[in-house]
Structure formats: structure tokens, C-alpha cells
């Protein structure tokens, strides 16, 4: 079950934030934190299951967004972006990538 959360912003829109597995090869490094801007948690969730995403699933508030990941998303024009989930609580100084960048990368591996 990947790791997640959500923010509620004081507009009444969410920021929902997944740690999936890798979308590359099983033995791959690592997975990736993806971050959507939505209405509610619900269109969140529909938004990552339309992009080919199917079994996602949110349970509880683990691991939210921080401050700086709203700003991100927040500042993106589509609302819905990726990079490399930290391994072990270390946060690489990654920039921020478009979903289409992550589904092209795993389209190329299959």
C-alpha cells in the first residue's frame, strides 16, 4: 500500500501527496512522491486512476504534504507533479517534474 497524505487549504481545495513503487522495472530504485491539487480527495484520486494509475488508494494521513510541496503543486500549471521519493527521511534536492515526464519515462521501460 503506498504512503500518503492531504492538506486541506483554507479555499476548501486538497493537496493529496503518494509515495508509489517505482513505475520502471520491479528491481528499480526507489518509487516517487506524486503531489495533485484537486477540488476534495476523491477528484484527487480520480485524476491519478485517469492518468493510467489504477490502484491508488489514500487510507489515513501518514505522510502529508509539507509546506513547501503545496507551494510546488500549488505553482504548477496542471497541479499534478512528481519526483523521486526520499529513501530513509533524506530529501534530495530534485526538482519538481510534470506527471507526462513520469508516464513517458514508464511508457519507455515496458
Not at 477528484?43 to 507551494?71: F, K, M, Q, V
Request: glycine content about 10%; aromatic content about 4%; proline content about 10%.
Amino acid at each position: 500500500m503506498a504512503a500518503g497524505g492531504f492538506c486541506k487549504l483554507p479555499n476548501g481545495r486538497v493537496v493529496v501527496a503518494l509515495n508509489l513503487p517505482s513505475p520502471g522495472p520491479a528491481g528499480g530504485p526507489g518509487g516517487v512522491r506524486v503531489l495533485v491539487h484537486a477540488q476534495n480527495r476523491a477528484r484527487a484520486l480520480t485524476r491519478l486512476r485517469n492518468l493510467g494509475l489504477r490502484a491508488i488508494y489514500l487510507r489515513g494521513n501518514a505522510a502529508p504534504p509539507s509546506p513547501d510541496e503545496i507551494t510546488a503543486v500549488l505553482h504548477h500549471p496542471d497541479g499534478l507533479i512528481w519526483r523521486t521519493a526520499p529513501d530513509n527521511g533524506v530529501t534530495a534536492m530534485e526538482l519538481w517534474h510534470p506527471i507526462r515526464a513520469l508516464l513517458r519515462r514508464s511508457a519507455v521501460v515496458r
